[in-house]
């Protein structure tokens, strides 16, 4: 008499659900242009108000690919500019509201069947194709 046949699966949790994927990059408005080369993502924006003194930053989209994945995010690149006002003269505090802009990144090859993920470890973004 035969046993159990054992066969390899993975668990329901290893699946992502529809509508449970995390906004790792801004939400889910994310899509890919009909070649697969260009991503419009959105990410990290500079914040709308510095308080005096502060460093004025550039955000830069930076994408790091490999066989199965794409990772997005972006680097903060000092500008060497501080934002205008004197330092102390008026009470400043931070919103921490987080803002986030649409960037363009170009990959080095289609998306094809890579998963999208966040540079920051959110996991796996949602994108669609450009309408």
Not at 12 to 22: D, S, T, V
Not at 44 to 60: F, I, N, S, T
Not at 97 to 125: F, I, K, N
Request: proline residues 11%; negative net charge.
């Amino acid at each position: 008499m035969l046993g159990p046949l054992g066969w390899p699966a993975l668990t329901a949790e290893a699946f992502w659900r529809f509508g449970k994927l995390p906004y790792g990059l801004g939400g889910f408005d994310n899509d890919v242009s009909a070649d697969g080369l260009t991503l419009r993502v959105a990410l990290p924006a500079p914040p709308e108000r510095l308080c005096p003194g502060q460093p004025v930053m550039r955000y830069d989209p930076v994408v790091t690919e490999s066989a199965t994945a794409v990772a997005v995010g972006i680097r903060m690149v000092p500008t060497g500019e501080v934002a205008p006002g004197e330092v102390g003269t008026i009470p400043c505090y931070e919103t921490g509201s987080a803002s986030y802009a649409r960037h363009e990144v170009r990959l080095a090859a289609p998306l094809g069947d890579r998963v999208v993920v966040s540079a920051y470890g959110a996991g796996p973004v949602a994108v669609t194709p450009q309408r």
